[in-house]
């Protein structure tokens, strides 16, 4: 199995919950470094917690399946100083 279909197999068991709110994520990009680049799809895209939901989900579900990628970036993640953002620490 390549790297790229191992990151969609990890993400593959998340998406069940981003779709159940409307929400979805694809890979963007998987750098030679391996570095994975996503993009938040749908509602996640504009959620206050997506960066609740990219921490906690998708790069630690990244991560724990495929231990070769040694970052996750969202390319479009609510920006943390939104004063709407939800993270980690507040919950």
Sequence with gaps: MTLLERVEQALDSIR???ETDG???SIEEITPD???K???LGTCASCSMSIMTFKAGLEQAI???VPEIVSVEAINLTDI???NAITPNQL
Aim: glycine share 6%; aromatic share 6%.
């Design 23 to 25: 929400g979805n994520v």
């Design 63 to 65: 991560k724990k399946a």
């Design 16 to 18: 069940p919950y981003l």
């Design 34 to 36: 391996n570095v994975v």
């Design 81 to 83: 100083n939104d004063p």
């Design 38 to 40: 996503l993009k938040l």
